[in-house]
């Protein structure tokens, strides 16, 4: 290898500066962490298998407490989660999310849209 593409290869994979932003919801403030590549991968394989399972473990993954890198949820709290009242807390939430995976609002807008279409053709059917 030439020492170009090595440094390159270094700089690339040696970067485990994972982004994180604090966001204040139901009154305490946690840290939003981005994830690994693969659980991102992970994750979009669910949303289009079981979006509730999905949602639950995206706040497993990027949910901590803030200065750590302790999750704030775990497997035990499936449920409770998906009992958590929806409203404007979960969704600054999701934003901060979205925000750290580099995720624009036009995005979401669009994948909403075509899940919709997606749903409207697989129920007229």
């Avoid at 659980?39 to 979009?44: I, P, S, T």
């Avoid at 999310?97 to 909403?112: P, T």
């Amino acid at each position: 290898m030439s020492k170009q593409k090595d440094a390159i290869r270094s700089a690339f994979f040696s970067s485990n500066a994972f982004k994180r932003e604090t966001v204040k919801v139901f009154g305490v403030s946690i840290d939003v962490r981005q994830a690994p590549l693969g659980r991102v991968l992970d994750l979009q394989g669910m949303f289009a298998e079981d979006r509730k399972q999905a949602i639950s473990r995206a706040l497993m993954e990027f949910c901590v407490v803030p200065g750590t890198n302790e999750a704030v949820f775990d497997e035990a709290d499936t449920d409770s989660i998906l009992a958590m009242p929806f409203g404007e807390d979960f969704q600054e939430l999701q934003e901060k999310i979205n925000k750290i995976m580099g995720v624009k609002e036009d995005d979401v807008k669009a994948a909403e849209g075509n899940l919709e279409e997606t749903i409207s053709a697989t129920t007229s059917s």
